[in-house]
């Protein structure tokens, strides 16, 4: 058995390049650890930290995740990301031209939010030099801004408000999956996948709230 140390959580780039050496070789010298999957966004990965990380990737598998989370410059406005989809292409073709790989994660279920459909985020996507992509369902957690502005929105819909300008609500489970099919239908043949859905701790998650029913999502897929 050999192991990945993955840099997850927050953004794994966002620090000092001698840091993130530190850091990076720190995990790299622990027993049967064989290479590093880092997760980061578009904004966070400067020339210097993707030579260090080509130079690693002569001996060590080396993978790449980034943020993409939409192609939709409006989506990725209203959602307050911080960086457009032109930022996106530059650092992906950037640590593509090195010759890392790189996983991209988008969120299904934001459409409604600019004007690009499931196929059209697909589409934009594939022309990224991506390898592989994780697919996740828009969630909404406790303790977010999101959950804020859904809570609002609960509200104003009660009381029969329009104040609510961002109706976000999570999918159902059945519409979550149409929309997996046609960004599924329309993604670049080559580009694997490594996740249809993605799993929130139950106490952190607002919604979609699945249930019983996601444990037939590979079936319904």
């Known amino acids: 058995m050999k192991y990945l140390a993955y840099f ?4 794994g780039t966002y620090a000092p390049l001698e840091e993130l050496r530190q850091k990076y070789e720190e995990a790299l010298a622990v027993s049967d650890v064989v290479g590093l999957v880092i997760s980061t ?15 690693l990737s002569k001996r060590v598998f080396m993978m790449l995740e980034v943020g993409v989370e939409s192609c939709d ?4 406005s ?10 996106t292409t530059d650092a992906i073709s ?8 790189v996983c991209a994660h988008v969120i299904l279920g934001l459409s409604h939010l600019g004007t690009y459909s499931a196929s ?8 990224l030099p991506i390898s592989s992509v994780k697919i996740h369902q828009l969630q909404i957690l406790r303790g977010t801004k999101l959950a804020h502005v859904y809570e609002e929105c609960q509200m104003d819909v ?64």
């Open 120 to 127: 059209d985020e697909a589409i934009h996507l594939s022309k």
């Open 158 to 221: 009660k009381f029969l408000s329009t104040k609510c300008q961002m109706p976000f609500r999570g999918l159902t489970l059945s519409e979550y999956l149409d929309e997996l099919g046609v960004f599924v239908s329309h993604l670049r043949p080559d580009i694997a996948i490594e996740r249809l859905v993605s799993q929130s701790p139950s106490e952190m998650l607002i919604s979609p709230r699945w249930g019983g029913e996601a444990r037939c999502f590979s079936v319904a897929f």
């Open 78 to 87: 209203a959602m307050n990301r911080q960086h457009t989809f032109a930022e």
């Open 94 to 101: 950037r640590a593509a031209a090195l010759g890392l790989p």
């Open 8 to 11: 997850q959580s927050f953004t």
């Open 41 to 55: 966004r578009p904004d966070c990965l400067p020339d210097e930290v993707l030579q260090y990380l080509q130079q």
């Open 73 to 76: 410059d409006a989506v990725l």
